[in-house]
């Protein structure tokens, strides 16, 4: 027998022009099973797109969830990244940060949007990242709350800078995340110096929920890497998805 076609799912690749990065600028979106034009979805981005999909296994963790826990079906869009700039365009300190904002949020959202029946309200988007995927995610959601307010973030990467950012801010009643970070992430080196990680969330949640944000925040046995990452991914999506 062939697979019923609610098992099937769908990996498109696409790529786009960014006139903000002034380079092209690829894209993975996963459609779920049962996939359908007319009807919509809620949506996930994340960053560093292509460890998302090789190394988080997002795609096949959705599918489970939407198979096996009753999970509503949602898009992912995964936005890759050249390792090379990553920092210069997720860190706050970064020479490209200012120009990666604007091409998410200007550029990619609508270009999902026009192609894709993905739903358009802040509370229907999530952004997700590791690392300093996590940090960048979350200085979208504090640059555009009207695009996002659901910030998924794994292992963040709350330099001085973002915090100093997020002590600016006045109220974040509005801002959702849902952090985890590994206990064996006290002494990471990383290409800005030896951070502790486990400290670095834990002030970043204490400042984010001084501000009003509703902050879900685990710490688990793991550590800086994709293993512990995929591990718990299906309980930071079910925070999101879940009904």
């Not at 076609?5 to 903000?20: A, D, G, P």
């Not at 640059?143 to 100093?164: H, I, M, Q």
């Amino acid at each position: 027998m062939s697979e019923p076609v609610f098992l099937k799912r769908t990996i498109v690749k696409q790529t786009l022009w960014s006139e903000h990065l002034q380079e092209e600028r690829k894209l993975r979106i996963y459609l779920p099973p049962g996939y359908n034009e007319v009807l919509s979805y809620p949506v996930i981005y994340c960053q560093d797109g292509e460890e998302f999909f090789n190394f988080g296994r997002i795609a096949t963790l959705a599918g489970q969830l939407i198979l096996e826990q009753d999970v509503e079906p949602f898009i992912i869009v995964g936005v890759e990244v050249n390792v090379a700039v990553r920092t210069a365009e997720y860190a706050p300190f970064g020479s490209r940060f200012k120009q990666y904002l604007a091409c998410f949020a200007e550029e990619i959202i609508p270009y999902i949007e026009h192609n894709y029946p993905v739903r358009r309200t802040p509370g229907e988007r999530i952004v997700a990242g590791d690392s300093l995927g996590g940090s960048v995610s979350l200085h979208l959601a504090l640059a555009y709350p009207g695009l996002f307010s659901r910030v998924l973030s794994l292992s963040g990467a709350y330099y001085p800078e973002t915090r100093e950012l997020i002590a600016q801010e006045e109220d974040l009643s509005w801002l959702q995340i849902n952090m985890v970070v590994g206990l064996q992430e006290r002494d990471y080196k990383t290409d800005t110096g030896v951070y502790d990680f486990v400290e670095m969330n834990r002030e970043t949640k204490a400042m984010l929920e001084s501000k009003g944000a509703t902050v879900s925040y685990r710490e688990k046995d793991g550590q800086h890497l994709w293993g512990f990452w995929q591990k718990e991914l299906p309980e930071s999506l079910l925070y999101f998805f879940s009904s």
